[in-house]
């Protein structure tokens, strides 16, 4: 029967076959079976011992109500409804215990170790697969076949983590169990199961995508990229479950909670028939003061779900974007250029609508100030990536620049190649994705109350905008050069150049404000100072930098038109 179903596996989808077939070993299988199995054995066992025990008086599962002529004494101020009720001989009477609050601890237990297990072993195994097969020297077998992109990444996606499938699908019933004991309604349990599978969609298609570009750095590759995954997914949990119980934080970084899929449980829980104090955590009032663009888009689970699917879609959508385009041609840059435009403009009105909360500045002028602070970190953070995503190889740009060279008498439109063309220098369309994000800003910083902190924004706007253009430009720069590991050189030179600054700023106690504040003008965060120093003196620093930006740019067209000089006469010979 196994044979059966993988002939017909390897009549759809061949490289799925060759995946299925080289992992479903009958050891693996029973090994995966053992594993699951004793994972759920210990968690259950875990939880049974967290029951309350003989001659215990107050405990979380506890239904019972202190009697009134009850004189006994607690260390512990737990609510009067946690009474632990005893019969004659001192033992607890089961019928008492709260077993549907058991059960739900349980499956929010299982919920979250699910999702761990998904992504980030997935990402592993996923982006190890693809350096496993690039040290082998079979991946450009495997891109050169005659097989779709599609089917050859549907086939990666199915079947590389397909034992991390079946020892997830092993653990199901018994997810399923605690969730319909906890009495959650099937819809969302199954909810649930959607957004978890659609935000595997979008990790494993980046983790193939990263797997695609960055091969040559081994098992530090897969371990790199499974540890930000990791990272993520713990500092998503820890604010959902944390003792500081800010799980929204009316800022730009609420976006991110779209791509958690742990973010629907609070909906979950919502409906269980227990109060949200007694369950003590994911409480979901939290979630319906979260706007976008003053829209209460939160308020229901339908409304999380939208959102959240809605954006791990768009997300997957750009990222197949790119292996579409570097999976027949790893010289081809990742992103288009056309696609960088809508990207920068989507992420530009999805961020502002998250930093514009209308309980954000209902209540205090700067903390909407503040969110813009915050929500040009990420700008910078975010074109640092597409300067990267961006960026043509040096081969191909020398070749755009001997074509140039030798075409003088019949120039083209030059305008037009270097803000559409897929081979020419890539400076002038980050400058044009930053004119998108910075008129997007710019709207919304006259249209929401900043009041007194609108110029401060405008200008810190400004400044951030030539910051970001410096950088890149710089970067742009060094991965133009024919030397190993350019990119690797290029990450560690903005890492320095964002970081040393601000060290210095911190070792020399130079703060935001006062005599010395126009040096952050300088660094990686001016909108910070920005409110503290003078229209005139921000003019000058713009001055500045634009000065430093057109040298950058002199000199790189100069390299570039070397380049194609230097080449050209080899190529007539």
Excluded at 127 to 139: F, I, N, P, Q
Excluded at 263 to 273: E, F, Q, R
Excluded at 325 to 344: E, G, K, M
């Amino acid at each position: 029967m196994l044979s059966t179903l993988l002939s017909r596996i390897g009549e759809l989808n061949p490289q799925l076959f060759r995946e299925v077939k080289g992992r479903c070993k009958f050891r693996n299988l029973a090994i995966a079976v053992i594993f699951s199995s004793t994972v759920q054995l210990l968690l259950y066992l875990f939880f049974s011992s967290r029951l309350p025990i003989e001659f215990e008086t107050f405990h979380r599962y506890c239904t019972g109500i202190i009697p009134p002529d009850w004189q006994g004494y607690t260390q512990i101020p737990l609510s009067r409804d946690r009474f632990c009720q005893q019969d004659a001989f001192g033992y607890l009477l089961p019928e008492t215990l709260n077993w549907h609050l058991w059960w739900l601890d349980l499956f929010v237990s299982l919920s979250i170790i699910g999702i761990f297990v998904l992504l980030v072993g997935g990402t592993y195994l996923l982006v190890a697969d693809l350096s496993k097969e690039s040290h082998r020297g079979t991946l450009g077998f495997i891109c050169l076949s005659p097989q779709s992109p599609q089917s050859i990444v549907f086939g990666k996606m199915l079947g590389v983590p397909i034992l991390l499938y079946w020892l997830v699908a092993l653990a199901l019933p018994f997810h399923l169990t605690a969730g319909l004991k906890a009495e959650i309604p099937l819809p969302l349990i199954l909810s649930f199961y959607a957004l978890s599978l659609v935000s595997c969609f979008f990790f494993y298609s980046a983790a193939i995508l990263y797997g695609l570009i960055g091969t040559g750095f081994g098992t530090f590759q897969a371990l790199g990229s499974s540890s930000v995954v990791l990272g993520f997914l713990a500092l998503m949990t820890w604010r959902f479950f944390g003792d500081s119980g800010e799980i929204i934080s009316f800022s730009p970084a609420d976006g991110l909670i779209g791509l958690y899929p742990g973010a629907i449980l609070p909906y979950l829980i919502s409906t269980t028939p227990h109060s949200l104090d007694t369950i003590g955590y994911l409480n979901v009032k939290d979630f319906v003061q979260l706007t976008w663009f003053n829209w209460h888009l939160f308020d229901r689970a339908s409304g999380m779900m939208v959102f959240a699917i809605a954006n791990n879609l768009l997300l997957t959508y750009g990222v197949w974007r790119g292996l579409k385009r570097r999976f027949h041609n790893p010289n081809i840059a990742i992103v288009s250029r056309l696609d960088s435009y809508y990207l920068s403009g989507c992420a530009a009105v999805i961020l502002l609508g998250f930093t514009v909360q209308h309980h954000v500045w209902q209540h205090d002028d700067y903390r909407l100030y503040y969110n813009f602070s915050i929500l040009s970190v990420v700008t910078l953070i975010a074109f640092l990536g597409l300067s990267f995503a961006l960026s043509s190889q040096p081969q191909t740009l020398q070749n755009w620049a001997r074509y140039r060279h030798q075409m003088r008498q019949n120039p083209r439109n030059l305008l037009k190649d270097l803000l559409w063309g897929e081979k020419s220098p890539a400076t002038l369309a980050i400058a044009l994705n930053l004119l998108i994000v910075a008129s997007i800003f710019s709207i919304g910083i006259f249209v929401f109350p900043f009041k007194t902190y609108r110029i401060p924004a405008l200008l810190g706007l400004g400044v951030t905008v030539s910051i970001i253009l410096i950088y890149t430009s710089a970067i742009q720069w060094i991965l133009m050069l024919k030397t190993p590991k350019r990119s690797l050189w290029a990450l560690l030179t903005a890492a320095i150049a964002i970081s040393l600054p601000l060290a210095s700023f911190a070792l020399l106690g130079i703060p935001v404000h006062g005599s010395s504040a126009w040096l952050w003008l300088f660094s990686a965060v001016p909108v910070l100072a920005a409110e503290y120093i003078r229209p005139s003196t921000i003019l000058i620093s713009l001055l500045v930098q634009w000065s430093a930006i057109a040298l950058i740019h002199i000199g790189f067209a100069q390299h570039l038109r070397k380049l194609g000089e230097s080449s050209s006469p080899t190529i007539s010979v």
